[in-house]
């Protein structure tokens, strides 16, 4: 990449608001730099061996303890990603994730403390820690790790995801489709396969560095206009896809209503059935 494109992948990332001055740059800077989230795939299967290299990119991950609390299932069959596609969505605001049924294969990430579970049991050892919220969100942060390590192992092999929480929406429903056991439950999804070129997406801009980071002490004084900047690049990214105008503050008013939630309102419930009882 010239000096040029990486400016260019800058512009992308900040648009007018400022942007990093002193960055190192490599080949898997310039990639992470690049994700967009692809929603518009080709028909073709994934390449040979590419889920094998999304696997072993995800177990190369930092895992909590060393503990393997996550599994993986690749899901391909056209009639159970339909099924997929139709629970993605309880009949809020909104509409179905029909993009799920377009990529060849959708990975459901499983928070996995089954198979521990069992150890534990079978040793006769104490299973009290998963009535722990810790035990859930311990396998929820890991499975998220691994996950996106495969992402960027996908987009580097020049694959496009799209991360899929709407599989939490009717959480009970995804695991009884995929067989799930008690103490695992699907975090998210993730759509792969092949960008198609004649629908491409592009790179979401993000509030400038100061917003989000912090040095020695939380700064609860907002770097002033911010908002207002980040604004500007969000319009001008929308403007840019051609898709309707809405503001960044709209849509994180809308997530802050119950009609965003199409679901996940009930997901204790669906995770208390799971084997967790959150305490
Ligand atoms: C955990 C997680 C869940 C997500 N769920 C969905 C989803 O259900 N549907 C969707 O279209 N995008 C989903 N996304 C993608 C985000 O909308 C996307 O990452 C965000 O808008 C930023 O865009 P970018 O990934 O192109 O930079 C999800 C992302 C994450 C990290």
Redesign the pocket.
């Known amino acids: 990449m010239t000096a040029r494109d990486r400016e260019e992948l800058l512009n992308d990332r900040y648009g007018d608001q400022p942007k990093p001055k002193q960055m190192i740059w490599n080949d898997h800077v310039e990639r992470l730099l690049a994700?967009?989230?692809?929603?518009n795939f080709l028909s073709e299967p994934l390449p040979e061996g590419a889920l094998e290299t999304l696997v072993a990119a995800a177990q190369s991950a930092s895992a909590s303890s060393n503990l393997h609390q996550w599994s993986v299932v690749a899901v391909s069959d056209p009639e159970i990603k339909a099924q997929l596609a139709e629970l993605?969505y309880s009949g809020s605001v909104g509409s179905k994730?029909t993009?799920i049924n377009e990529a060849p294969v959708v990975l459901l990430w499983v928070a996995d403390t089954s198979r521990n579970h069992e150890i534990s049991t079978n040793g006769g050892g104490s299973t009290e820690v998963y009535d722990y919220l810790d035990a859930f969100l311990m396998a929820s942060i890991d499975t998220?790790l691994a996950?996106?390590n495969a992402a960027t192992a996908a987009e580097s092999i020049g694959l496009g995801v799209?991360?899929?929480?709407?599989?939490r929406n009717q959480s009970a429903k995804v695991a009884e489709l995929i067989g799930l056991p008690k103490y695992a439950y699907v975090?998210?999804?993730m759509?792969i396969g092949i960008p198609d070129p004649v629908r491409p997406?592009?790179?979401?801009p993000?509030p400038r560095q100061d917003v989000v980071l912090h040095h020695n002490s939380y700064n609860s004084e907002r770097p002033t206009g911010w908002l207002e900047d980040y604004e500007k690049a969000f319009l001008q990214f929308r403007e840019l896809l051609g898709m309707k105008q809405k503001t960044w503050a709209g849509s994180v008013r809308f997530a802050t209503t119950m009609p965003y939630m199409d679901g996940r309102e009930n997901l204790r419930d669906a995770v208390e059935e799971r084997g967790y009882l959150l305490r």
């Open positions: 994700h967009r989230s692809v929603r993605s994730a993009y998220a996950a996106q799209c991360f899929l929480g709407v599989m975090t998210f999804g759509c997406s592009g790179v979401r993000r």
